[in-house]
């Protein structure tokens, strides 16, 4: 079992970075590939990015292509998303998660999920 908690969310201006820490606790942390997630209000969890457990393959939503990294630390049990550009549109609560399958773009796909973080971008 994977537990997992976010931080390094906040209230920034439009153009400004951000960088999302997720951290796991649990001995099986290598085994899974690792996603983040976005949700807001009245909408459904969007898929932002992930990455293979050994971090070795990547995949972005088109929203965030080009803007957004995703990257691990398997000795750490770390994940994160780097941030830049950001925009008003990428406003919403962001979540980290942890699958078995790569890639996996929908929510159902994911196992264990963190309690979230909030980013506001301002414009």
């Known amino acids: 079992q994977v537990q997992l908690v976010e931080s390094g969310g906040g209230l920034v201006q439009a153009g400004d970075s951000l960088r999302l820490s997720c951290a796991a606790t649990?001995?099986?942390?290598?085994?899974?590939?690792m996603g983040w997630f976005r949700q807001t209000p009245g909408k459904e969890r969007e898929f932002v990015a992930t990455?293979?457990?050994?971090?070795?393959?990547?995949q972005y939503a088109d929203s965030v292509k080009g803007r957004f990294t995703i990257s691990r630390d398997n000795i750490k049990k770390m994940v994160y998303v780097q941030m830049d550009s950001l925009k008003p549109a990428d406003t919403a609560v962001y979540y980290c998660?942890?699958?078995?399958?790569?890639?996996?773009?929908?929510?159902?796909?994911?196992?264990?999920w963190g309690q979230g973080t909030q980013v506001t971008v301002s414009s």
């Open positions: 649990g001995d099986t942390f290598m085994r899974y590939a």
């Open positions: 990455i293979l457990s050994n971090g070795g393959g990547t």
């Open positions: 998660a942890a699958t078995t399958i790569y890639p996996a773009t929908t929510s159902r796909q994911y196992i264990y």
